[in-house]
């Protein structure tokens, strides 16, 4: 079985400032590594997700993430946050061959003026 | 054209009633899922349907049957409403498998009161 740990939730940062959301996951066998957005009242959309090949992955809104097999990581980072970046981010973890992602508790992303 | 659309948006109904949610793709995904969002925001996964045929059935009250007419629609019929069923309720749909994302929609507010 999988599972996600988001160890934080709920950051908060000065606008411009950068960022980095914590996800570990746990996995007998590969997985593909996913993180979403959710803007307040809103559907999930996907930010950036990786599959295979380079461990950097860049995402929309300059978003990146940084797969960690030794570490069972994958933390996303924004170098400036923009008050627009206030939402929910929610790491998610899907088994390969599988339809199922499983998704992390969320970290709530507060961007102070 | 919106990719991933459930109606209605809001639901406001009395305990024991019966209510359904409905959802749409027009993405040409062969998979489609919903996905309970809890208070806390934590996401779990109900159901999924391939192509008209249910893959995932998580520990679900019966209460709650998923209906795939085709492989662009699946619906969510809830009978006997509780207090517990309220919750967002989020249709997704996927190509082929969920390794490679989903594509959420908007969400459904289901309020029982």
């Known amino acids: 079985a999988q599972s996600v740990t988001q160890l934080d939730s709920q950051v908060p940062v000065f606008e411009e400032a950068p960022v980095e959301l914590r996800c570990n996951y746990s996995?007998?066998?590969?997985?593909?590594l996913f993180w979403y957005v959710q803007y307040p009242n809103q559907g999930l959309q996907l930010l950036l997700k990786y599959l295979s090949g380079s461990t950097l992955v860049k995402g929309i809104n300059g978003f990146e993430a940084e797969f960690n097999k030794s570490q069972t990581s994958f933390h996303l980072r924004k170098p400036s946050v923009h008050i627009s970046d206030t939402a929910e981010y929610f790491c998610a973890v899907s088994a390969l061959g599988t339809d199922k992602i499983i998704f992390g508790k969320g970290t709530r992303l507060h961007i102070l003026p | 054209d919106t990719a991933v659309s459930q109606t209605p948006k809001y639901l406001v109904t009395q305990m024991g009633n019966d209510k359904s949610i409905k959802c749409e793709q027009n993405l040409g995904h062969d998979t489609m899922y919903w996905y309970k969002q809890d208070s806390k925001k934590f996401l779990k996964i109900m159901f999924s349907y391939n192509n008209k045929e249910l893959i995932i059935n998580e520990t679900v009250p019966n209460r709650f049957s998923p209906k795939s007419p085709d492989k662009a629609h699946l619906n969510l019929h809830i009978n006997s409403l509780e207090l517990g069923d309220s919750a967002v309720y989020f249709c997704?749909?996927?190509?082929?498998?969920?390794?490679?994302?989903?594509?959420f929609g908007s969400g459904t507010r289901l309020t029982v009161v």
């Open positions: 997704a749909s996927s190509l082929v498998s969920g390794n490679y994302g989903y594509t």
């Open positions: 996995s007998s066998v590969s997985v593909y």
